[in-house]
């Protein structure tokens, strides 16, 4: 396969972890005979500094005539810190999805067997947890109309959605849980929001489609304290923009490190891809950011183009390498490994498969900080 890919780093350690995220993709290409051709462009607070404009209209073009999209992280602690900015980072992300019209954000969250005791949450709490959340991306109060009176006293931001936002995405997280354990969890406000009662009802008379999938209801507060007390519940969960992008975070821990979620953005045409981090600005230039998220990441790009084995690699290649306590100083403490390690670690466990018959000699690997054949 010949697939055009838009390589947007970003800012802090997007460049680092993306890096590794691309060595990987360029090994699956080696491996199966693809023709992977990456292009870089910028986003975010580098993109400022050198044009003025989050996404440079160079970008947005390159974008929109890729295949995919491999985001790495945007943000820069002197827009952060600073209220008053009338440019920042996010706002070129906010446009990039808009304008590849980027509906649904999906993010799995996993409990990997040999990372239970990484987490905060106790063993048994997390042990067999498998979800999938499903994100609306480009509706809400994120994209609403925003106001400030003269005064800078009283502001409002306006949260919106129209019935054809919610089904597009509903229907995607049916879909998920037909493959999955059959069953969605609708998270809104309904007992307070006039849009959360929207959802409720759209996505309630859409499950009639899907009378194979149980459909249940939490409010975000009490769906929020379930992610701590009783993760393993959820198959595929559901929610709007913001509730989305709260849960999601607080998803993170359950793993043990938010170094490990991968996302994709999909919707009308080229997907994009990130790890769900932000920038990590102390952690830039000093090889120890964990790449796992990106490089999962990578994974869920070839799943969205049908490459289902060239992306099993991937993750049987980072499973092997966390079952052998090979991780970044989040994970391993004791003898942490670089980011370019990491790297270097799943381009040679996925050079070590047999790709010609699908087999696999990773039980012949001896792994330590580097990989012996």
Aim: glycine share 8%; hydrophobic share 40%.
């Amino acid at each position: 396969m010949k697939m055009k890919i838009a390589v947007l780093s970003g800012d802090g350690i997007g460049p680092e972890v993306t890096k590794e995220s691309v060595k990987v993709l360029q090994s699956i290409a080696d491996a199966f005979g693809h023709d992977f051709q990456f292009k870089e462009a910028l986003v975010g607070a580098i993109a400022i500094d050198q044009t003025g404009n989050p996404l440079p209209e160079e970008t947005l073009v390159l974008c929109k005539n890729s295949d995919a999209v491999l985001f790495g992280a945007i943000g820069d602690p002197k827009y952060d810190n600073n209220p008053d900015a009338k440019v920042r980072p996010e706002q070129g992300l906010l446009k990039l999805r808009k304008e590849l019209g980027l509906f649904a954000n999906i993010r799995p969250i996993t409990a990997y067997d040999s990372l239970l005791e990484k987490s905060p949450l106790k063993k048994e709490i997390i042990q067999g947890t498998d979800m999938v959340i499903y994100r609306e991306l480009t509706g809400g109060i994120y994209f609403g109309e925003k106001q400030l009176n003269e005064e800078g006293t009283v502001a409002s931001d306006l949260c919106e959605y129209a019935q054809y936002e919610i089904e597009r995405i509903a229907h995607l997280a049916f879909k998920a849980a037909q493959q999955r354990r059959k069953k969605v969890t609708l998270v809104d406000k309904a007992n307070v929001l006039e849009t959360s009662r929207l959802w409720r009802r759209v996505v309630t008379s859409l499950a009639k489609e899907y009378p194979d999938v149980t459909l249940d209801f939490l409010f975000v507060d009490n769906a929020a304290m379930q992610m701590i007390l009783n993760p393993s519940q959820f198959d595929v969960i559901l929610t709007e923009n913001m509730f989305g992008d709260i849960i999601s975070d607080e998803g993170s821990v359950i793993g043990g490190s938010i170094g490990l979620l991968a996302s994709a953005s999909v919707g009308k045409g080229t997907a994009l891809f990130e790890p769900i981090h932000g920038s990590y600005p102390q952690a830039t230039g000093k090889n120890i950011a964990n790449p796992v998220a990106s490089i999962l990441s990578a994974a869920m790009l070839l799943e969205q183009f049908s490459l289902h084995e060239e992306a099993r690699l991937i993750y049987k290649a980072v499973e092997t390498m966390l079952n052998e306590n090979i991780g970044t100083i989040d994970l391993n403490k004791d003898n942490p490994s670089s980011t370019s390690e990491i790297g270097d670690v799943i381009v040679k466990l996925i050079d070590s498969q047999d790709v010609t018959i699908g087999g696999s000699h990773f039980e012949n690997i001896k792994l330590g900080k580097s990989v012996y054949i």
